[in-house]
């Protein structure tokens, strides 16, 4: 192919930009859509609003929170509540022993004298000892010098009789002249207070005696004896 000579390739390329522009002038543009873009526009504009308005809101919040935590007064720990006692267990309270009756000094007997004890006996003292009878008029001794007492320590001897009607009971105290109550507890708990008798001068030993309700079947056994002075000291007892 044999190349075009140059003055006929710059009118090739001039009829080339004619026919350009002409079809250029022949083709009418599409109008540009302003509307839509101002639409656009305004609504870009309302969202960055709102996001700056909200995050505004966030820093003055979190400012203000930071200001109340700055400027609030401390506070006190509220004081504990008393603890409410538990109240413990109720204990009965020990039943007290009855009070016992006030000591009776000893009667003062001349010897030979027969003191009426009731029910039908008597007793009397001489210096040799005790002496008692029953209804029946029967009379009995107990010594105090035959050598089985002994008159320089403190003690009790005890004798009982008894029958449907009741129990006489009577005994020699020694050992002591500041002898003020004999006390004879029987075996349910019972306790009576004797009566007691002495010999003009203070010999050391005395008699004494009590008498009781029946004891069941008969038996008069269990019996406690205690001897005590003016101030409620014991000073001896029986069984020891």
């Keep these: 192919m044999t190349p075009e000579p140059p003055a006929d390739a710059e ?6 930009r004619v026919v350009f522009t002409e079809t250029a002038h022949d083709i009418t543009p599409a109008p540009v859509p302003l509307a839509a873009i101002e639409r ?3 609504a870009r504009l309302r969202r960055r609003s709102a996001a700056l308005a909200t995050g505004c809101a966030l820093a003055v919040t979190a400012v203000a929170l930071t200001l109340t935590q700055v400027l609030a007064p401390a506070r006190s720990p509220s004081p504990a509540a008393p603890a409410t006692p538990v109240p413990g267990p ?7 022993r009855p009070a016992s009756p006030p000591a009776v000094p000893p009667r003062v007997v001349a010897a030979g004298e027969r003191v009426d004890a009731g029910r039908g006996w008597k007793v009397w003292l001489t210096a040799e000892g005790k002496h008692w009878s029953g209804p029946d008029g029967f009379e009995n001794f107990r010594s105090v010098t035959d050598g089985n007492i002994d008159l320089g320590e403190p003690g009790l001897s005890h004798q009982s009789e008894g029958d449907q009607k009741g129990t006489f009971h009577s005994g020699v105290y020694h050992g002591t002249k500041g002898a003020a109550r004999v006390e004879l507890t029987g075996p349910d708990g019972t306790r009576t207070s004797a009566t007691l008798l002495e010999l003009p001068g203070s010999p050391g030993w005395g008699v004494w005696y009590a008498t009781t309700p029946p004891a069941p079947d008969g038996d008069a056994g269990g019996d406690r004896l205690a001897l005590y002075d003016a101030a409620g000291t014991l000073l001896a007892a029986l069984p020891g």
């Design 90 to 96: 109720t204990v009965p309270p020990s039943p007290s």
């Design 40 to 42: 656009a526009g305004r």
């Design 11 to 16: 009118a090739a390329a001039r009829r080339l």
